[in-house]
């Protein structure tokens, strides 16, 4: 019986219309005098803190705390405005698997796991009434290595349930590899959907428990047990 549902965001809860490229890209010109500063980025499944890390790279930025600061400073502004502008949605199945999961007789913890700064998860999933929905979670400024993150969102699933939870109690939901990766460095079952950049096929490739089209092709009461 799984009692602990770790959700990625975007691709997998929320498709945000690029919200958060596009803030990146503004970054990249407004504060760091790069135009298109985005436009070689890797963006799904990663960091916040490594995408950011990688334009530093690339255009010979020092990779200072201050220089962090100030990109992720000026990130949150330009988010919390391009939330506002841009066309986005709940992706299929989200709404109908956070009720099931909170009414089951024995609701499971469900929390995150992304690589969102925590500020930016917030202004996200609060844009989309979501972020209520999460007891828990961990996030990019916890650490920039996604299964480092999984670890702290597993940890702290235990610390609210008092219990050490074992991998088949642990369900890991994402869009991309690197969530099915997260999964598998924690013992976790995963749920992968193909709501993201990578299909069923691309997905199924790195052997997750489950890989389906939306969540609305698995019922959480498949995926989690007899709750």
Known sequence: MVRLVLFDIDGTLIQ?????????ACVCESEFGVPNGAANLCFAGRTDPAIVRD??????????????????????????????????CVLPGVHDWIQALETATRPPVVGLLTGNIRTGAQLKLSHYQLWHCFRTGAFGDDHEDRNHIAVIARDRGNELLKETLSGDEILVIGDTPRDIECAK??????????????????????????????????????????Q
């Open 185 to 226: 460095a924690i013992g976790a079952r995963s749920l992968a959907v193909a709501t993201g950049r990578y299909s069923v096929a691309d997905l199924n490739k790195c052997s997750p428990t489950w890989a389906v089209e939306t969540l609305q092709k698995l019922s959480p009461a498949d995926a989690c047990g007899d």
């Open 16 to 24: 945000s219309g690029g919200a958060g490229e596009k803030a990146f």
């Open 55 to 88: 334009f530093f790279k690339e255009h010979q930025i020092e990779p200072s705390a201050p220089n962090f600061q100030r990109f992720f400073h000026r990130y949150l502004s330009h988010l919390e405005d391009l939330l506002k502008r841009t066309i986005g």
